[in-house]
């Protein structure tokens, strides 16, 4: 693969020569990671199925990401997502999304190979750190080499690893059960795990601790609709592809596919709370207060040898599929939104380089917060990574709303919107979930940040624009939905 890899074109986007099918697999283990194995049986495990409320509104988000983003994508931006911001709203816009992008791609990275080295070092009894360091070093370097091609090429095989431990680990819950699949299944339905939580709709309930049902579908639309409109991890995707048709059908298959093994891994949680209250079977302190453990430990303790290195390389291969990827992704906006805006007159070859050591240096940085998290860790993981991905939203979402479908929407407002966002973000995390009291403070649950961002941004940026318009300066022909067919 690094062989082959000679141009900029041919690192980050394959030249568009990658079929359809290849594009959905790609899709789908890119977000199916680690976080999906070890998180998503936790959070059924200790609480319910919450989580699918988060995906739930995925069906309705790529209808309107096939029909019209991605031929959209496809004929406005070369490589990067972040050049149409440029073009809409200049330079500014372009890198308060990207800087944004690097923040938030960082930080699940690091929260992957957290999740993975959780279930690693569980099963084998290696020291976590190690199994980081290991798993870091490893997919950094053939991600480097590779590029993209070489990245959904292994996707592709990763993916249906990871689908068929799943399906093993499901199968071994039954077969171990001490009354069969009624038994456990009996259970959990009586204890409420294949419940999705408290239903309240009503203002007070945005202040209560655990967010109830409405939220967390508003929450899960709108980072639904984050990842795959406004990420560049999701969009490379669809520039890969060969034809428009091919990567629309690869967009609908990827999302279609995630749905099912979603609610496979909460399905398994829910199944393993039944299991654990059979007679005679038993957790260790450990493991209760730690539901992310839940499904290592029983791969380990319940498997036969053999098999507990099939379910491990599932995991690894999780974990290694949206790393790869997100890597790349990092590499392709650190190579086109900065190095190549900063040295505009260096060679493609040059860019090429930097491109491989940006993987290296993301590699560094994401092992680095991994590191760090694995200081403590109490609360699910699941419930840590849904908060801090509101937070760090930032209103991208609303920025691209205000430039794909207002034509009034124009730099001043764009930029006036941003700054309003910052200090809207900055006051509600300072007094919020960092709880410093500044007489007037933001009480409401967390995820709430990631809806208000989006409206703040929006509101403001459009109010701007309205009352000081800019005429005849900004040609947005080609780049609102109002205008993509005069384009064409």
């Known amino acids: 693969m690094t062989r082959r890899r000679k141009t900029t074109s041919e690192y980050f986007i394959a030249d568009r020569k990658i079929p359809g099918w290849a594009v959905a697999f790609s899709l789908m283990a890119t977000m199916i990671s680690s976080v999906t194995f070890v998180a998503h049986p936790g959070a059924a495990f200790s609480r319910n199925m919450w989580p699918l409320l988060t995906v739930a509104a995925l069906p309705v988000v790529f209808v309107f990401i096939g029909l019209v983003i991605v031929p959209f994508y496809r004929r406005v931006v070369r490589m990067s997502v972040y050049e149409y911001m440029d073009k809409r709203f200049g330079t500014g816009a372009r890198v308060y999304t990207s800087a944004g992008f690097i923040i938030i791609r960082m930080w699940d990275l690091g929260f992957t190979l957290y999740t993975t080295a959780i279930a690693a070092s569980v099963m084998s009894g290696w020291d976590i750190r190690y199994v980081l360091l290991g798993l870091a070093v490893y997919t950094t370097l053939y991600t480097m080499l590779g590029g993209i091609e070489g990245v959904i090429w292994t996707d592709v095989v990763q993916g249906f690893v990871l689908i068929g431990g799943g399906l093993l680990v499901l199968a071994l819950i039954f077969v171990r059960a001490e009354g069969g699949a009624a038994s456990i299944l009996s259970e959990a339905y009586r204890a409420g795990k294949?419940?999705?939580?408290?239903?309240?709709?009503?203002?007070?309930?945005?202040?209560?601790?655990?967010?109830?049902?409405?939220?967390l579908f508003l929450a899960g639309g709108i980072a639904m609709a984050r990842n795959y409109v406004t990420?560049?991890?999701?969009?490379?995707?669809?520039?890969?592809?060969?034809?428009?048709?091919?990567?629309?059908?690869?967009?609908?298959?990827g999302a279609l596919i995630c749905i099912p093994i979603w609610l496979l891994f909460m399905f398994i949680g829910a199944c393993l709370y039944g299991f654990y209250r059979s007679p005679g079977v038993q957790l260790p302190a450990d493991v209760v207060g730690r539901p992310d453990n839940i499904l290592p430990y029983f791969v380990v303790t319940q498997m036969p040898a053999g098999l507990v290195g099939v379910i491990l390389a599932a995991i690894l291969a999780a974990a290694q599929s949206s790393i790869s990827a997100d890597l790349n992704s990092v590499s392709t906006v650190a190579t086109n939104d900065y190095f190549a805006r900063l040295f505009p007159k260096s060679s493609d070859r040059a860019r090429l380089r930097f491109g491989r050591f940006a993987v290296l240096l993301g590699g560094a940085v994401c092992a680095s917060i991994a590191m760090l998290l694995t200081i403590g860790r109490s609360r699910a993981a699941m419930e840590i990574g849904v908060t801090l991905g509101g937070i760090l939203a930032g209103g991208v979402l609303g920025l691209f709303a205000l430039a794909f479908f207002t034509r009034r929407g124009n730099r001043l407002g764009a930029n006036v919107g941003i700054a309003s966002c910052l200090l809207f973000t900055t006051w509600a995390t300072v007094t919020g979930p960092l709880r410093i009291d500044l007489g007037i403070n933001f009480g409401m649950n967390p995820i709430m940040l990631g809806l208000f961002t989006q409206v703040i941004l929006f509101a403001v940026g459009y109010a701007i624009s309205v009352v000081w318009p800019v005429v005849g300066k900004e040609d947005v022909t080609g780049l609102t939905v109002w205008s993509m067919r005069s384009a064409d």
């Open 194 to 215: 294949f419940g999705i939580g408290e239903t309240e709709f009503s203002f007070r309930s945005m202040y209560r601790e655990m967010p109830t049902a409405w939220i």
């Open 231 to 253: 990420e560049q991890n999701m969009v490379q995707r669809y520039l890969v592809a060969r034809t428009d048709r091919e990567a629309k059908r690869g967009a609908f298959a």
